[in-house]
């Protein structure tokens, strides 16, 4: 999906919100992707040191079809915070952008990283390892995530730029 929207001006709009519908990221990620701002709906998947579930999410349909057009989805992913080993690589990364998902959101790390920046992605992750996981079959998905002390559900909106990454409850543009 392709819009015009600046995180800054979200926190702007939404910065006395009490609800607990509009959160903030912390600011430990960094940009990977050649995209630099996306945004879309959220599905989620939870696993630790292993990337099964990231890729057959990856491997999936990453978009919807609505009314106003498609609209790329976001896949959150909650690696627990590993620095250990990659959760995504260049061919998963390849696969998502081939699929149609407008980001990828990781509380992990990546490898391949200048394969990473010549994709037509959004891609953020705490850091580079160039150590990829084991494959055990384990991970959940479609599931609440806690990112960096934030919840983050599934159906969520995230919106990410140079600036940061918020998340809301509802599509706000």
Not at 62 to 82: A, Q
Not at 114 to 134: H, K, V
Not at 141 to 168: F, S
Request: aromatic residues 6%; contains cysteine.
């Amino acid at each position: 999906m392709t819009s015009t929207f600046a995180t800054c001006d979200l926190c702007d709009a939404y910065k006395n919100d009490a609800s607990g519908a509009f959160r903030v990221l912390p600011p430990v990620f960094r940009n990977y992707g050649a995209v630099r701002r996306f945004c879309g709906p959220v599905v989620t998947v939870k696993c630790f040191e292993d990337n099964s579930s990231v890729k057959a999410a990856v491997e999936s349909v990453g978009y919807e079809e609505t009314p106003v057009g498609r609209v790329g989805k976001v896949l959150v992913v909650d690696g627990g915070g590993s620095l250990r080993c990659a959760l995504l690589g260049g061919n998963l990364a390849a696969g998502a952008a081939r699929n149609g998902w407008a980001g990828v959101v990781i509380d992990g790390c990546v490898r391949d990283v200048s394969e990473l920046a010549a994709l037509d992605l959004g891609i953020c992750a705490l850091a580079s390892m160039p150590l990829p996981t084991e494959k055990r079959g384990q991970g959940h998905h479609d599931v609440v995530l806690q990112i960096q002390g934030v919840w983050v559900r599934p159906g969520d909106w995230l919106y990410a730029d140079e600036d940061g990454i918020v998340i809301a409850a509802n599509r706000l543009i």
